[in-house]
């Protein structure tokens, strides 16, 4: 089953159990596969597609859950935190950052990396290999890291 699929699914569920907040969540979810699939026309929307948004929805509630804490309105980072877990499920599986590691020096010996001048090749090299599963801002830092040593 499609993650497309999965949330219809879980919208249906949410519905029936009358569970509002992740109702919701999942509708908002569903709208923006929907938007990027008008934008994509005629062309079908990958599972890709559907992850890379998922990604961009979680990275909008992290930034918005500083805001809010910044603001010191601890009402609206509730809500924005129980999003975010709710978001998070459907996601694939992040790697840690031992593992980010791993990648990352395994992508320098193969691309002979050495100086900040590479970081570019590396990234999208990285990238390629963890396909999603991997939060490209820790990429970024350990890669940057691993050159400037």
């Known amino acids: ?87 998070e499920t459907y996601l694939p599986v992040q790697l840690s950052r031992e593992q980010v590691e791993k990648v990352v020096g395994e992508v320098m010996v193969a691309l002979k990396a050495t100086s900040v001048k590479d970081m570019g090749a590396v990234m999208k090299e990285v990238q390629a290999r963890t396909a999603g599963s991997a939060d490209n801002k820790m990429v970024s830092e350990v890669v940057k890291r691993s050159l400037q040593t």
Do not use: C, W
Request: positive net charge.
């Open 1 to 87: 089953m499609g993650l497309r699929d999965q949330i219809s699914t879980d919208i249906k569920d949410a519905m029936r159990a009358k569970e509002s907040m992740k109702l919701n969540a999942l509708r908002m979810v569903q709208s923006a596969f929907k938007n990027r699939e008008i934008e994509l026309r005629p062309e079908p929307m990958s599972e890709d597609e559907h992850i890379a948004i998922l990604k961009k929805l979680v990275k909008q509630r992290k930034e918005s859950i500083e805001q809010y804490a910044a603001a010191k309105r601890q009402d609206l980072v509730d809500g924005e935190t129980a999003e975010l877990k709710l978001l």
